[in-house]
T-cell receptor, first 114, second 115 residues
Framework: AQSVAQPEDQVNVAEGNPLTVKCTYS??????LFWYVQYPNRGLQFLLK??????LVKGSYGFEAEFNKSQTSFHLKKPSALVSDSALYFC????????????FGKGTTLSVSS | GAVVSQHPSWVICKSGTSVKIECRSL??????MFWYRQFPKQSLMLMAT?????????EQGVEKDKFLINHASLTLSTLTVTSAHPEDSSFYIC???????????FGNGTRLTVT
């Protein structure tokens, strides 16, 4: 069965510092991995995805994520955090052999202080 | 880019009434749409997969007679919460996938409050 783990409920960083939001996954087949961001009372905005190819994926708003197959991880990173990055971040996985729905992690609240 | 429109964004209804939520793909055809439910400060839980022209596939534990899903066209899926109760109060989010594309596009969600 597919599953996604986001071990941190909250990540706090100071503006200008690098940030990392962790994600690990479990699938039977090859993983399709995604990061989404959610602002209060809003739907999800797509940030980036890994399907195949380079392990380092660059996405929207300066975010990037690195796919690590041996560690089954897909951590979200940004070199310099902004206060406006404060939001709820979801990692999601889809198994290429198990259908089309995305399975989401529990979410990590990112708080960037000025 | 692809846009998914969800309506209404906020609805308050009385216990025992039914509420319909619409999900439309505005600039692409979506053969498959997904309905998620999100409780406060929790993740999105997949409720059902909606396929155009066929019956929806519900996840374990989701009452199909309570959460009626209709995917009548390639651009519209509806979720009807029947005989709503306060415990149905939640944030419902739909999503759709453009053919051949992998990221899901999400609506802005519907906040349902049952009094």
């Amino acid at each position: 069965a597919q599953s996604v783990a986001q071990p941190e409920d909250q990540v706090n960083v100071a503006e200008g510092n690098p940030l990392t939001v962790k994600c690990t996954y479990s699938v039977s087949g090859n993983p399709y991995l995604f990061w989404y961001v959610q602002y209060p009372n809003r739907g999800l905005q797509f940030l980036l995805k890994y399907i195949t190819g380079d392990n380092l994926v660059k996405g929207s708003y300066g975010f990037e994520a690195e796919f690590n197959k041996s560690q089954t991880s897909f951590h979200l990173k940004k070199p310099s955090a902004l206060v406006s990055d404060s939001a709820l971040y979801f990692c999601a996985v889809r198994d290429d052999q198990a259908g089309t729905a995305l399975i989401f992690g529990k979410g990590t609240t990112l708080s960037v202080s000025s | 880019g692809a846009v998914v429109s969800q309506h209404p964004s906020w609805v308050i209804c009385k216990s025992g009434t039914s509420v319909k939520i619409e999900c439309r793909s505005l600039d692409f055809q979506a053969t498959t749409m997904f309905w998620y439910r999100q409780f406060p400060k929790q993740s999105l839980m997949l409720m059902a997969t909606s396929n155009e022209g066929s019956k929806a596939t519900y996840e374990q534990g989701v009452e199909k007679d309570k959460f009626l899903i209709n995917h009548a066209s390639l651009t519209l899926s509806t979720l009807t919460v029947t005989s709503a109760h306060p415990e149905d109060s939640s944030f419902y989010i739909c999503s759709a996938r453009d053919r051949g594309a992998t990221p899901l596009h999400f609506g802005n969600g519907t906040r349902l409050t049952v009094t």
